[in-house]
């Protein structure tokens, strides 16, 4: 009697079991659930009587390096957009001269590369996006975080930072980048 009255447990307690799996398990979904994202908005119309702006005349032809293109006006716009991004990526490991000397960069063991010495410099321009964006201490992180667009110009930063004088003219940029720019 009291085998049957177990086994008659175990069925209900697992008819229960299942049958509470099943109500939750078919409850909503989220994917069944109407949501709209902001980009997936209709544009309204324009309203009447607005009229269209004319479109701004092309920007000058980019520069290409290694599949990296630079957008911008000419390489000392480069070395500025380069030197502000600098700030964001590179600062905190090489110091603000690029001597490696950053605040971050000193417990580093190797520390960060001085980014003005000869071995550097003397890279390639694809090298040098290379060894920037993948070298010791930065893989895989920069190539994820550094956008395509701001690459170049720190190829144009760096390739500063070997100089001695700041850059006055489009002529006094130094390396492979400045030289494609001139069409040399």
Not at 14 to 42: E, H, K, N, Y
Not at 64 to 84: C, E
């Amino acid at each position: 009697m009291i085998q049957k009255l177990v086994v008659t447990f175990f069925i209900v307690a697992a008819l229960v079991c299942i049958g509470a799996a099943v109500v939750f398990m078919t409850g909503p979904r989220m994917r069944w659930q109407a949501s709209l994202r902001s980009f997936d908005a209709p544009v309204p119309p324009m309203p009447p009587g607005v009229v269209q702006m004319p479109t701004p005349a092309p920007a000058p032809a980019p520069l290409t390096i290694s599949g990296q293109t630079y957008q911008g006006q000419s390489p000392l716009d480069a070395v500025k957009a380069g030197s502000t991004y600098y700030g964001y990526y590179c600062t905190y490991c090489h110091g603000e001269n690029g001597d490696g000397n950053g605040p971050v960069g000193q417990s580093y063991v190797p520390k960060p590369s001085d980014l003005r010495t000869p071995q550097v410099q003397q890279l390639s321009d694809a090298g040098l996006l290379k060894a920037m964006l993948t070298g010791t201490g930065h893989e895989p992180v920069l190539n994820r975080i550094v956008p395509e667009e701001h690459r170049l110009p720190l190829v144009y930063y760096v390739r500063h930072l070997g100089s001695t004088a700041p850059p006055q003219s489009e002529a006094s940029l130094i390396g492979p980048a400045a030289l494609l720019w001139r069409g040399i």
